[in-house]
């Protein structure tokens, strides 16, 4: 399987910074790389697909990077909604493996 | 609009079964594929199984292979999660999703609020 590993596990900031998350896959997912959005007690939201790709509906102030092994979710002027838990996830092969997640909070 | 709505979820005793019930509304079911994904309250995401849009194509978990069995009905618009043998291992939220596929690329771009198994004697 593909192993998706994220970073930071937390991260700290405030309304108006710019925020990365990583995320690196195991092996070459291509292209193959979706971000996710989940807030406490609801269900997960699709931010980008195909790595660099929005979602429908989607602010642009998230965007996504990368190819291979490596890829980035920014958030580039953060705002309160945005607090938050974000999920990667492969769509290369099955099983369609998720990082462990970062835990976005308000410094 | 789309609208996936997940049932069957409770309280179960290790060794038990249930069926979990996804209901779709908003879209042309039997295009998509579906699968399942589960969490457990306070951790990460976990896919569980997939099925294609006439069924005739199955995949899954390997934690969950031969105990699990995903099927669909499409006149009801429905996938379902058959379940066996639980374990408390298994307890967690279960949430049905749908892929999209753009050009190869797939994505859960609709998910349902999620049902809760729990397993425990």
């Known amino acids: 399987d593909i192993q998706m590993t994220q970073s930071p596990f937390s991260l700290s900031a405030s309304v108006g910074d710019r925020v990365t998350i990583t995320c690196r896959a195991s092996?070459?997912?291509?292209?193959?790389l979706n971000w996710y959005q989940q807030k406490p007690g609801e269900a997960p939201k699709l931010l980008v697909f195909?790595?660099?790709s929005l979602q429908s509906g989607v602010p642009s102030r998230f965007s996504g990077s990368g190819s291979g092994t490596d890829f980035t979710l920014t958030i580039s002027s953060l705002q309160p909604e945005d607090f938050a838990t974000y999920y990667c996830?492969?769509?290369?092969?099955?099983?369609?493996?998720f990082g462990q997640g970062t835990k976005l909070e308000s410094k | 609009e789309v609208q996936l709505v997940e049932s069957g979820g409770g309280l179960i005793q290790p060794g038990g079964s249930l069926r979990l019930s996804c209901v779709a509304s908003?879209?042309?079911?039997?295009?998509?594929?579906m699968h399942w994904v589960r969490q457990v309250p306070g951790k990460g995401l976990v896919w569980v199984s997939r099925?294609?849009?006439?069924?005739?194509?199955?995949m899954y978990a390997d934690s969950v292979k031969g105990r699990f069995t995903i099927s669909r009905d499409n006149a009801k618009n429905t996938v379902y999660l058959q379940m066996n043998s639980l374990r408390g291992e298994d307890t967690a939220l279960y949430y049905c999703?749908?892929?999209?596929?753009?050009?190869?690329?797939?994505?859960?771009?609709?998910w349902g609020q999620g049902t809760l198994v729990t397993v425990s004697s």
């Open positions: 999703s749908r892929d999209e596929d753009r050009n190869g690329y797939s994505s859960f771009d609709s």
């Open positions: 908003g879209f042309t079911f039997s295009n998509y594929w």
């Open positions: 099925i294609k849009g006439d069924g005739s194509d199955i």
């Open positions: 092996q070459s997912i291509r292209g193959y």
């Open positions: 195909a790595a660099t």
């Open positions: 996830q492969h769509s290369y092969r099955i099983p369609y493996t």
